[in-house]
């Protein structure tokens, strides 16, 4: 059998919308599930919409998601090149053949004159369709259009016979081609419409499957006869289900973040968008939900993918984005969240020492648990990289009577110790929890004078992580700072 290709077919006139993201992720999905190919081809016909800007944010953000393509614009391959700007001799030659064998002919109809027959069919309920007008010119009608002055497009000679699209998802799907009309695979101007440039790409790239949206189910019924025509095999289509809002409306900037980019920038991890936005399309057969790429490459089929249309949750996004948060590895994590902490100003712009890294590292194993995205951390790591300040609901515990008491004990400990690591750190916790257990002073009576001792906040990680994160000299200043602030209150009240 020949190896699976499949192909992501962006339009380079935007960034990458998360639902264009998700059928770039079955094509990659499957291609690995199979070990093909996955390629990726720029469909820049429209030139006035499209940019190179786009592309190659688009590019980004795919690589971003870890969708590497073995054939690309930028990698080249066997067939390319990969953007269709620079195939148009290729269609050209195409649509000539198909004008030679008669299973396209010139149309000289104006837009005018199609808009105004459009109308007339719409007034009289019927569906748009070219009528077939010019399918049938002799040469000397040929020869007068032109004469007119008017410029010929191509047309598809539509054969009339049953169209049956065999999609893996749908099963077999039915159209009459009464309903298509002869369309357009050369425009007037001489670049090659959509369904041309498609089709030859498609059938010259030996695409095996095409993967794509719901929306291009009346374009595959199109697209079936030309492959014939044309001579290639047909693919195997799967058209997967609309991502809609929580309204129910297609999915859109009003419904929030619709790009990858915007994703990536907020914090979310590539494996968690790739995880939900694999969830959302297809069931895996377990109950399992959270999955690593190669997991979810490993456990994808495609006739699994999903008919109906699924509904964007960013609550269960959040969610998995927290669980890939507990799971990836601490530095990778923490390289990724320098960038909001120098955003906050709670680090130095420049680049960190290896010692400092190291503290960025404890921080951020401490605090990982709490974030449901990465930009969240400024919030947790504040306490740990700005000056020690007891927060106002944090003095409410210093005033309580225990509180010199636990917090002399507490700076005694940390002296008496050299750096504490969490291990360390638990020690002394317990040590404090058997020394003050006889004076029945427990659980937060205890333990919160001794967070507010070391953070300056009622909220936080646990104490071991804490008095692991804290060098010695700093909690021996923190310790002391509060000691002397219990002390002003204590003498005030
Ligand atoms: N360029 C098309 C789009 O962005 C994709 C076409 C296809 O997948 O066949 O919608």
């Given at each position: 059998m020949n190896k699976v290709r499949v192909r992501f077919a962006p339009s380079p006139t935007g960034r990458l919308h998360i639902g264009t993201a998700r059928t770039a992720l079955l094509n990659w999905l499957f291609a690995r599930k199979e070990r093909g190919f996955f390629i990726v081809r720029i469909e820049d016909t429209d030139r006035s919409r499209s940019t190179i800007e786009y592309e190659e944010s688009i590019l980004e953000d795919l690589a971003w998601m870890g969708?590497?393509?073995?054939?690309?614009?930028?990698?080249?391959?066997?067939?390319?090149?990969?953007?269709q700007s620079e195939r148009f001799e290729l269609y050209q030659m195409r649509a000539d053949e198909l004008l030679r064998s008669g299973q396209a002919y010139r149309c000289y109809c104006t837009p005018e004159e199609l808009e105004e027959r459009r109308k007339k069919r719409l007034a009289i309920g019927l569906m748009p369709?070219?009528?077939?007008?010019?399918r049938n010119l002799t040469a000397d009608q040929e020869a007068e259009c032109l004469a007119q002055g008017r410029k010929p497009a191509v047309r598809f000679r539509v054969p009339d016979e049953k169209i049956i699209v065999q999609d893996l998802v749908r099963g077999e799907i039915e159209f009459s081609s009464d309903v298509i009309g002869?369309?357009?695979?050369?425009?007037s101007d001489g670049s090659p419409s959509f369904h041309l440039a498609v089709v030859v790409d498609d059938g010259e790239m030996g695409i095996t499957h095409v993967i794509r949206g719901e929306d291009h189910i009346t374009n595959t019924a199109k697209h079936v006869p030309l492959f014939q025509a044309l001579g290639y095999p047909i693919p195997k289509f799967a058209h997967n289900a609309m991502i809609l809002g929580p309204d129910g409306g297609k999915l859109s900037k009003r419904h929030g973040a619709t790009s990858v980019g915007e994703y990536r920038e907020k914090g979310y991890l590539p494996e968690a968008i790739d995880n939900y936005l694999a969830l959302l399309s297809w069931a895996p057969e377990d109950t399992r939900e959270v999955f690593s790429p190669e997991e979810l490459a490993a456990a994808?089929?495609?006739?699994?993918?999903?008919?109906s249309p699924a509904i964007f949750d960013v609550n269960k996004l959040n969610w998995l984005n927290g669980q890939h948060i507990r799971s990836a590895g601490l530095e990778r994590l923490t390289n990724l969240c320098i960038p909001y902490l120098k955003d906050a100003g709670l680090i130095p712009q420049a680049e960190p020492s290896q010692e400092e890294f190291a503290h960025l590292v404890k921080i951020v194993e401490a605090v990982r648990g709490n974030l449901t995205v990465l930009s969240e951390i400024p919030e947790y790591a504040r306490i740990f990289l700005s000056k020690y300040e007891i927060q106002p609901e944090a003095v409410e515990w210093l005033k309580k009577t225990q509180a010199p008491e636990v917090l002399s004990a507490l700076l005694e400990q940390i002296r008496n110790h050299g750096e504490l690591d969490f291990e360390g750190g638990r020690e002394l916790v317990n040590g404090l929890r058997d020394m003050f257990k006889p004076l029945k002073i427990t659980g937060k009576d205890l333990f919160m004078p001794v967070r507010v001792g070391l953070t300056g906040a009622v909220k936080g990680p646990e104490l071991p992580f804490v008095l692991n994160i804290l060098d010695k000299d700093e909690a021996i200043r923190r310790v002391e700072a509060a000691i002397s602030k219990s002390k002003t209150m204590s003498a005030h009240s």
């Open positions: 969708l590497n393509w073995d054939e690309g614009p930028d990698i080249g391959g066997d067939y390319g090149p990969y953007r369709k070219y009528e077939g007008t010019c002869d369309f357009i695979i050369m425009r994808f089929e495609v006739e699994r993918i999903s008919k």
